[in-house]
């Protein structure tokens, strides 16, 4: 089992940690979880953010003849391609230089953490960001908690209780993966066009040629907008038709995605058959 590390509890002596980094992990850990049966690599599913350096690993890999690149890799609203639907998300990266983000957002770990002088995107700025995004709708939703509360329905306020345990699970990120993410991804959209260089080579999204692609988006997503993740289908010029699926799962938001009744009534079964489709 692998987590994320708050930045902030990272040393400096620990080193960086970027977008290429992420790309190599990704690529390690297939190595360690090894062989299946058949002689190939784990199924990858990625959420969000991670469908980038997921998609960019598979396509590494594919380049390579890798023995362990995956089966398949389903991405579920990812930002494969960013000028497909943008969102405001999309329109905050593009209105702006480079250099605002690293004046505005980025931030030095004080003196009282593990990882004291370290450049990082602080959580608390992540989460304010996404919280006022959607402003209303987080205060109809706690109102609707304390009402449940009064009423004595305690089950229902659980549920809210255990979303925003979870939505506010944030960490803070090294400044040198959130800056490139927002160049290599938001801002210049190098992986569809072709231009991402990963360790001095271009990542070549036509040499996934074998594994099985499922893009899923969800209809009201307002972060990852419809068609960025089905985009990964289109770039993937040299997979067979057979090997590529999308899924649109209706009336669905972003965290409605991987989270809650829907991801276990709608989604889950599609990836699940997927996964069995191409499992051997």
Known sequence: ITDWRDARNVPLTGGGFDLESYIDYLIEWLEFIGPDAGGRGAHMLAVCQPSVPSYAAAAIMGASNHPLRPRTLTMMGGPIDTREAPTAVNDHATKRPHDWFIHNVIATVPTYYKGAGRRVYPGFLQLSGFMSMNLGNHMLSHWSMFRNLVEGDGESADK???????????????????????????????LPKGEFNYRGKLVDPGAIKDIAILAIEGERDDISGLGQTKAALTISTGLPKAMKKYHMAPEVGHYGIFNGSKWREQIAPVVEDWILQHNG
Do not use: G, K, S
Request: include cysteine; charge should be negative; hydrophobic fraction near 40%.
């Open 160 to 190: 809210h209780m255990d979303f925003y345990d979870e939505y506010r699970a944030v960490c803070d990120m090294t400044a040198e993966f959130y800056l490139q993410t927002v160049d290599v991804v938001f801002q210049r959209h190098l």
